[in-house]
Protein backbone atom coordinates (compact mmCIF):
# COMPACT_ATOMS: atom_id res chain seq x y z
CA UNK A 1 0.00 0.00 0.00
CA UNK A 2 1.77 3.50 -0.73
CA UNK A 3 2.09 5.69 1.79
CA UNK A 4 -0.50 8.36 0.77
CA UNK A 5 -3.07 5.69 1.39
CA UNK A 6 -1.64 4.64 4.14
CA UNK A 7 -2.24 7.81 5.74
CA UNK A 8 -5.56 8.11 3.88
CA UNK A 9 -6.75 4.92 5.77
CA UNK A 10 -4.94 6.19 9.19
CA UNK A 11 -7.29 9.37 9.03
CA UNK A 12 -10.36 6.89 8.47
CA UNK A 13 -10.53 3.98 10.33
CA UNK A 14 -14.00 2.75 8.85
CA UNK A 15 -12.54 3.38 5.23
CA UNK A 16 -9.93 0.73 6.33
CA UNK A 17 -12.50 -1.24 7.67
CA UNK A 18 -14.75 -1.29 4.94
CA UNK A 19 -12.07 -2.29 2.59
CA UNK A 20 -11.53 -5.56 4.57
CA UNK A 21 -15.33 -6.58 4.48
CA UNK A 22 -14.82 -6.22 0.69
CA UNK A 23 -11.92 -8.33 0.54
CA UNK A 24 -13.40 -10.70 3.24
CA UNK A 25 -16.42 -11.30 0.96
CA UNK A 26 -14.78 -11.47 -2.37
CA UNK A 27 -12.11 -14.05 -0.96
CA UNK A 28 -15.65 -15.89 0.22
CA UNK A 29 -17.34 -15.43 -3.52
CA UNK A 30 -14.06 -16.62 -5.44
CA UNK A 31 -13.89 -19.61 -2.53
CA UNK A 32 -17.49 -20.95 -3.83
CA UNK A 33 -18.38 -19.74 0.06
CA UNK A 34 -21.09 -17.24 -0.37
CA UNK A 35 -22.86 -17.26 3.28
CA UNK A 36 -26.79 -16.68 3.23
CA UNK A 37 -27.51 -12.80 3.38
CA UNK A 38 -30.05 -11.26 5.33
CA UNK A 39 -32.58 -10.39 2.12
CA UNK A 40 -35.54 -11.80 3.83
CA UNK A 41 -38.53 -9.39 4.72
CA UNK A 42 -36.96 -8.51 8.53
CA UNK A 43 -33.78 -7.03 6.73
CA UNK A 44 -36.10 -5.25 4.04
CA UNK A 45 -38.40 -4.34 6.76
CA UNK A 46 -35.24 -2.72 8.80
CA UNK A 47 -33.41 -1.06 6.33
CA UNK A 48 -37.31 0.79 5.41
CA UNK A 49 -37.67 1.40 8.71
CA UNK A 50 -34.09 2.68 9.77
CA UNK A 51 -32.88 3.35 6.17
CA UNK A 52 -29.76 2.71 4.47
CA UNK A 53 -26.33 3.24 5.98
CA UNK A 54 -24.03 0.86 3.49
CA UNK A 55 -20.46 0.36 4.14
CA UNK A 56 -18.99 1.26 0.62
CA UNK A 57 -19.64 3.19 -2.46
CA UNK A 58 -18.60 1.33 -5.56
CA UNK A 59 -18.74 2.83 -9.10
CA UNK A 60 -18.73 -0.22 -11.58
CA UNK A 61 -19.44 -0.82 -15.30
CA UNK A 62 -22.65 -1.51 -16.26
CA UNK A 63 -21.19 -5.25 -18.03
CA UNK A 64 -24.18 -7.78 -16.51
CA UNK A 65 -21.41 -10.17 -15.61
CA UNK A 66 -20.09 -7.70 -13.10
CA UNK A 67 -22.71 -7.42 -10.22
CA UNK A 68 -20.95 -5.55 -6.82
CA UNK A 69 -23.07 -7.60 -4.70
CA UNK A 70 -22.30 -10.68 -5.85
CA UNK A 71 -18.56 -10.05 -6.03
CA UNK A 72 -18.36 -8.98 -2.76
CA UNK A 73 -21.17 -11.20 -1.32
CA UNK A 74 -23.03 -8.50 0.40
CA UNK A 75 -26.44 -8.26 1.22
CA UNK A 76 -28.94 -5.90 1.17
CA UNK A 77 -28.33 -1.85 2.35
CA UNK A 78 -24.69 -2.77 2.41
CA UNK A 79 -23.13 -1.10 -0.74
CA UNK A 80 -24.05 1.36 -2.62
CA UNK A 81 -23.52 1.06 -6.27
CA UNK A 82 -23.47 2.67 -8.99
CA UNK A 83 -22.36 1.47 -12.89
CA UNK A 84 -21.82 3.23 -16.18
CA UNK A 85 -20.38 1.68 -18.81
CA UNK A 86 -16.50 1.69 -18.69
CA UNK A 87 -17.03 2.83 -14.81
CA UNK A 88 -16.91 6.15 -16.47
CA UNK A 89 -17.84 9.57 -14.06
CA UNK A 90 -20.51 11.67 -14.87
CA UNK A 91 -22.97 13.94 -13.66
CA UNK A 92 -25.61 11.28 -11.91
CA UNK A 93 -22.72 8.98 -10.56
CA UNK A 94 -20.84 12.26 -9.37
CA UNK A 95 -24.22 13.29 -7.51
CA UNK A 96 -24.66 9.74 -5.78
CA UNK A 97 -20.90 9.26 -4.11
CA UNK A 98 -21.82 13.07 -2.76
CA UNK A 99 -25.07 11.41 -1.63
CA UNK A 100 -23.19 8.25 -0.43
CA UNK A 101 -20.92 10.54 1.27
CA UNK A 102 -22.88 13.30 3.16
CA UNK A 103 -26.43 11.61 3.58
CA UNK A 104 -25.60 8.14 3.80
CA UNK A 105 -22.01 8.21 5.68
CA UNK A 106 -20.44 6.32 3.30
CA UNK A 107 -16.18 6.72 3.79
CA UNK A 108 -14.90 4.12 1.08
CA UNK A 109 -15.12 4.93 -2.29
CA UNK A 110 -14.20 2.13 -5.26
CA UNK A 111 -13.78 2.30 -8.49
CA UNK A 112 -14.15 -1.09 -9.71
CA UNK A 113 -13.09 -1.98 -13.69
CA UNK A 114 -12.72 -5.14 -14.99
CA UNK A 115 -11.52 -7.83 -17.38
CA UNK A 116 -13.26 -8.12 -20.51
CA UNK A 117 -14.34 -4.78 -20.43
CA UNK A 118 -16.07 -3.42 -23.81
CA UNK A 119 -15.75 0.59 -23.31
CA UNK A 120 -11.63 -0.44 -23.04
CA UNK A 121 -11.98 -2.77 -26.15
CA UNK A 122 -13.87 -0.59 -28.16
CA UNK A 123 -11.51 2.80 -26.95
CA UNK A 124 -8.31 0.65 -27.85
CA UNK A 125 -9.46 -0.52 -31.16
CA UNK A 126 -9.71 3.22 -32.61
CA UNK A 127 -13.65 2.55 -33.84
CA UNK A 128 -15.72 5.56 -33.90
CA UNK A 129 -18.36 5.80 -30.76
CA UNK A 130 -21.07 7.85 -31.65
CA UNK A 131 -23.67 9.64 -29.13
CA UNK A 132 -23.54 8.95 -25.96
CA UNK A 133 -20.88 5.99 -26.09
CA UNK A 134 -18.20 9.17 -27.80
CA UNK A 135 -18.14 10.57 -24.00
CA UNK A 136 -17.46 7.20 -22.36
CA UNK A 137 -14.61 6.52 -25.14
CA UNK A 138 -13.47 10.28 -24.78
CA UNK A 139 -12.65 9.11 -20.92
CA UNK A 140 -11.61 6.48 -21.19
CA UNK A 141 -8.70 7.80 -23.80
CA UNK A 142 -7.98 10.33 -21.39
CA UNK A 143 -7.09 7.87 -18.35
CA UNK A 144 -5.14 5.39 -20.72
CA UNK A 145 -3.46 8.36 -22.89
CA UNK A 146 -1.60 6.04 -25.59
CA UNK A 147 -1.30 2.80 -23.70
CA UNK A 148 -1.85 0.12 -25.70
CA UNK A 149 -2.04 -3.14 -23.60
CA UNK A 150 -5.48 -3.93 -22.63
CA UNK A 151 -5.07 -5.09 -19.15
CA UNK A 152 -3.13 -2.00 -18.44
CA UNK A 153 -5.77 -0.25 -20.08
CA UNK A 154 -8.24 -1.34 -17.87
CA UNK A 155 -6.14 -0.61 -14.71
CA UNK A 156 -5.49 2.73 -16.33
CA UNK A 157 -8.97 3.77 -16.11
CA UNK A 158 -9.99 2.47 -13.52
CA UNK A 159 -6.94 4.22 -11.52
CA UNK A 160 -7.61 7.82 -13.66
CA UNK A 161 -11.60 7.37 -12.77
CA UNK A 162 -10.92 6.76 -8.88
CA UNK A 163 -8.35 10.09 -8.97
CA UNK A 164 -10.88 12.46 -10.84
CA UNK A 165 -13.90 10.68 -8.00
CA UNK A 166 -11.81 11.51 -5.33
CA UNK A 167 -10.97 15.16 -6.48
CA UNK A 168 -14.56 16.24 -6.74
CA UNK A 169 -15.00 14.62 -3.69
CA UNK A 170 -12.69 16.98 -1.77
CA UNK A 171 -14.53 19.50 -3.71
CA UNK A 172 -17.91 19.03 -2.72
CA UNK A 173 -17.31 17.39 0.71
CA UNK A 174 -14.21 19.33 2.12
CA UNK A 175 -15.09 18.45 5.73
CA UNK A 176 -15.41 14.87 5.59
CA UNK A 177 -12.63 11.60 5.62
CA UNK A 178 -12.87 10.18 2.37
CA UNK A 179 -10.59 7.00 0.91
CA UNK A 180 -10.81 6.27 -3.13
CA UNK A 181 -9.51 3.24 -4.07
CA UNK A 182 -9.45 1.82 -7.67
CA UNK A 183 -9.69 -2.07 -8.34
CA UNK A 184 -9.53 -4.45 -11.36
CA UNK A 185 -11.97 -7.66 -10.87
CA UNK A 186 -10.88 -10.50 -13.05
CA UNK A 187 -14.44 -12.17 -14.31
CA UNK A 188 -13.04 -15.26 -15.48
CA UNK A 189 -11.72 -16.12 -11.41
CA UNK A 190 -13.94 -13.80 -9.38
CA UNK A 191 -11.45 -12.17 -7.56
CA UNK A 192 -10.80 -8.69 -7.37
CA UNK A 193 -7.21 -6.58 -7.13
CA UNK A 194 -7.64 -3.49 -4.92
CA UNK A 195 -4.35 -0.97 -6.45
CA UNK A 196 -2.98 -0.16 -3.65
CA UNK A 197 0.23 1.14 -4.73
Do not use: W
Not at 28 to 33: D, E, M, N, Q, S
Not at 46 to 67: I, K, M, W
Not at 186 to 192: K, L, M, N, Q, Y
Request: aromatic share 8%; charged share 25%.
Amino acid sequence: MNQKLREAFARCPEAAEALEKLKAGNARFVAGKTQELPRDSARRESLAREGQYPYAFLLTCSDSRVVPEFIFSAGLGELFVTRAAGNVLGTSILASAQYAAQDLGAKLFVVLGHSQCGGVKATLSGEELSGALAHMGQRIRAGIGRETDYLRAVELNARAEAADLAARLLKYCPEQTLVVVPAVYDIETGSVRFLED
